[in-house]
């Protein structure tokens, strides 16, 4: 069982270079969401897509674009990397339960550093 | 807008003593709150939500709507359970999930 799937890993960016982040989930979840993870500030929701063809802007979402492509995948752009985006970088799918009570399952990460 | 809120930083606390991990809410209508835990190189995971009203791991959350809160807790920690612990919450439409800062509980022998 793959879950959720984040490519690649490890990045490394110059400042004002650009790259997209990829998810992919083999559940057949229907809302999938883009978390950054910065040491005291938890977990910050910058983007997310209650289903396919749709998304909506979460608290930090300046500085980033997203795209559901299909069901499976919503992948996260960086059109001009800033230091300040340094950041682990998680995406996750939930399962559309009555009233939001669905688990979210969560990618390994993607460490990225903008130098 | 839904604000979790997670006091605590860092909890030391030593193996069998109990432990509370404080959670505390803002939202209009009728959240559905979560604590998912986070242990040392591992991925993100669901520990318990309100709705199952279950105990996980020994670890039981009440949620208390008129005091917004929603805690974490123990009766006797043990060092496994040394981990970061996020609060969550989604609202009524079930779409976005917002997290607090998190807690790091350290349970030490």
């Known amino acids: 069982n793959a879950g959720v799937t984040q490519t690649p890993k490890f990045q490394v960016l110059k400042t004002g270079q650009s790259m997209t982040l990829q998810c992919a989930q083999d559940m057949n979840h229907n809302s999938m969401y883009w978390y950054r993870q910065d040491p005291g500030m938890g977990l910050r929701l910058i983007y997310y897509s209650a289903s396919e063809g749709t998304t909506d802007k979460g608290e930090v979402p300046n500085g980033y674009n997203v795209s559901r492509l299909n069901k499976r995948e919503f992948s996260l752009r960086l059109e001009s990397a800033a230091p300040s985006q340094t950041s682990v970088y998680f995406c996750?799918?939930?399962?559309?339960?009555?009233?939001?009570?669905?688990?979210?399952?969560f990618g390994q990460g993607t460490r990225l550093t903008v130098v | 807008a839904q604000r979790v809120t997670q006091p605590e930083k860092l909890l030391s606390v030593f193996k069998g003593a109990p432990v509370e991990l404080k959670c505390n809410y803002s939202?209009?209508?009728?959240?559905?709150l979560f604590w998912y835990v986070q242990y040392s190189r591992q991925r993100l995971q669901l520990l318990l939500r309100?709705?199952s009203r279950e105990s996980i791991k020994g670890f039981t959350a009440d949620l208390n709507k008129g005091e917004t809160s929603f805690h974490l807790k123990k009766p006797f920690a043990q060092e496994e359970d040394s981990a970061m612990y996020y609060c969550a919450l989604t609202s009524n439409s079930g779409y976005a999930l917002n997290f607090g800062k998190g807690t790091s509980l350290l349970v030490t022998p």
């Open positions: 939202y209009s209508g009728s959240p559905e």
């Open positions: 309100h709705i």
């Open positions: 996750a799918s939930k399962p559309q339960e009555r009233k939001g009570v669905g688990e979210a399952f």
